[in-house]
């Protein structure tokens, strides 16, 4: 019984249609079987149309200061992404010249407020977000995520919701973090 309950509260966020037997059991199998192929789909967008002038490796970048961004967890859910590609950075105020940093990044974001299921604080999260790269102030790449249509990815982090972003606009810079998940790691014995 408890395991067709918790299949129902995994289903019950997806969308369609779900077919009821008379077997319990077949229908806890379903269940289970649509919430799982819908977790896919709760995976943050891919980038919206990203344009790439060069693909030349980046060491070093520095984040234009964007205050009306009100997410605090922005800048650095972005500057994690960049140090997973090896670009250290670091963030000067709008307005001000970025003194002895060729590139630069500036973004936009659009946040709105929502409540979590079983709760009733509201939280804000991220719905569009736009990075434009300049090296010199030569427009290099720019990239933009959008909430998905059904709000899928709505309370995926915002690095989550970066990360996209930065790969694409970070071609020359390969990851350089890497899985460290148990399936991938060679040799391992796991302790």
């Known amino acids: 019984m408890r395991t067709i309950i918790t299949a129902t509260l ?9 077919v009821a037997s008379t077997n319990a059991l077949v ?9 799982a192929s819908g977790v896919k789909s709760m995976t943050p967008n891919p980038p919206q149309n990203p344009i790439v002038y060069n693909k030349d490796p980046i060491r070093e970048i520095c984040i234009e200061w964007n205050g009306s961004v009100a997410l605090s967890d922005f800048v650095p859910g972005l500057q994690n992404e960049l140090q997973k590609h090896g670009v250290q ?10 003194l002895a940093c060729p590139v630069t ?15 009733d604080a509201y939280t804000p999260y991220l719905t569009y977000a736009a990075l434009t790269l300049r090296r010199d102030g030569r427009v290099m790449g720019t990239a933009q995520y959008r909430l998905g ?11 989550e919701k970066l990360a996209p972003l930065v790969d694409a606009l970070l071609p020359g810079n ?10 991938n790691r060679a040799g391992s014995t796991g302790y």
């Not at 950075?89 to 970025?98: C, E, I, L, N, P």
């Open 10 to 18: 995994l289903v019950s966020s997806l969308s369609g249609c779900v």
């Open 27 to 35: 229908d806890a199998a379903s269940l289970v079987g649509y919430a």
């Open 89 to 98: 950075s670091r963030v000067y105020d709008a307005g001000t010249q970025a």
């Open 105 to 119: 990044l500036t973004y936009v974001g659009y946040v709105k407020w929502d409540t979590k299921v079983f709760t």
């Open 149 to 159: 249509s059904f709000a899928q990815d709505k309370w995926a982090t915002v690095g």
């Open 174 to 183: 390969p990851s350089i973090i890497a899985d460290n998940s148990p399936d």
